[in-house]
């Protein structure tokens, strides 16, 4: 899996668009981007994914450049409960022939400021 | 609602104690994974498991060794306990295959060895 890289923290004013960065340089054509979160003392919880274009859910919009080197997690009105570690990890589909592993890194901790 | 369950929320063990940390997913995932999380450290990968009685080795397996004698179950075995093993320990399952094939966690379990 390909290495990514998270600023280790930010800030971000309740109601504003958190916009959390990742850079991912090493990805290969057939790797996705998934962002996780994990809120203090609870496991992490899936937020998102996208191979090369911009996705939207109920939760968040992930942007990915054109070259996919890097992407960007929009948390589009942040409050309170938003604040929490934010992971971003690169992986293939998971075969029984491989590609199975799933790393972290150390995320974002994304602070929501009242 | 899909699950994932650890056995123990807390637990404390004695140095040297064979210690067992369970994991069960209710969602037929042919593969899971067990993480410790430490401060400033993020989710490091102890092992990973991708079909029954089959394992891998993560980026930190000494001093652990796991057992998937059915699908959905995910045992971690610390042999001797050591109060470096000290951490929150998070057990995860996914799928396999293409598309959305996101990573659930349980809760956590938060060893101390003393």
């Known amino acids: 899996d390909a290495k990514t890289t998270q600023p280790p923290s930010m800030d971000c004013a309740e109601g504003r668009a958190a916009n959390l960065p990742c850079n991912h340089s090493t990805i290969s054509g057939n790797e996705y981007v998934y962002w996780y979160r994990q809120i203090h003392s609870q496991g992490p919880q899936y937020i998102i994914h996208g191979l090369k274009n911009n996705e939207t859910n109920e939760m968040a919009s992930l942007i990915i450049t054109e070259d996919r080197k890097s992407s960007t997690l929009i948390l589009p009105h942040a409050t309170l409960r938003d604040t929490a570690v934010y992971y971003c990890?690169?992986?293939?589909?998971?075969?029984?022939?491989?590609?199975?592993?799933?790393?972290f890194g150390t995320g974002t901790r994304l602070t929501i400021i009242p | 609602d899909v699950k994932v369950t650890q056995s123990s929320r807390y637990l404390v063990k004695r140095t040297g104690e064979k210690v067992f940390l369970e994991c069960v997913q209710d969602m037929d995932h042919e593969n899971m994974f067990w993480y410790r999380q430490d401060p400033g450290l993020g989710l490091r990968l102890i092992y990973f498991s991708y079909d029954v009685k089959m394992k891998e080795k993560g980026d930190i397996p000494e001093g652990y060794s796991v057992s998937r004698e059915k699908k959905e179950r995910f045992s971690l075995i610390l042999e001797s306990a050591s109060t470096n093993q000290t951490s929150m320990y998070l057990c995860?399952?996914?799928?396999?295959?293409?598309?959305?094939?996101?990573?659930?966690f349980g809760q956590g379990t938060r060893l101390t060895v003393v």
């Open positions: 995860a399952s996914s799928p396999t295959g293409t598309g959305r094939a996101e990573a659930f």
């Open positions: 990890i690169v992986r293939a589909p998971a075969s029984n022939f491989g590609n199975e592993k799933l790393t």
